[in-house]
């Protein structure tokens, strides 16, 4: 079962998530910089007002980060598929 940390606001995502099979986390801003946050999640998913997700250019994990702005919740599944 993959986990998916979602950010709050991104409800129909989580929900259309949770039904595939995923294990879906929602989180705010302030978890997304706690220490090894990403390496929890094989995916992570993100709205588009935070283009800079982590505060840095460059980030140190593998993890994938989905802008999901404009999509639907079956594209963002179809993306964390293709992430594999």
């Given amino acids: 079962m993959k986990k998916v ?3 709050n606001g991104l409800t129909a995502i989580s929900d259309y998530l ?3 099979g995923y294990k879906v986390r929602e989180f705010d801003n302030r978890k997304k ?3 090894n946050f990403l390496d929890k999640y094989d995916a992570v998913v993100v709205t588009g007002e935070n283009q800079n997700f982590m ?3 460059d980030t140190i994990s ?3 980060i ?3 702005t404009g999509m639907t919740a ?3 599944a179809k993306r964390i598929e ?3």
Avoid: F, H, L, Y
Wanted: aromatic share 0%; charged share 35%; proline share 4%.
């Fill in 5 to 7: 940390a979602v950010q």
């Fill in 18 to 20: 949770c039904k595939e």
């Fill in 33 to 35: 910089n706690a220490g």
């Fill in 55 to 57: 505060g840095i250019e």
């Fill in 62 to 64: 593998s993890t994938p």
């Fill in 66 to 68: 989905i802008d999901a």
């Fill in 74 to 76: 079956e594209e963002v």
């Fill in 82 to 84: 293709a992430k594999e």
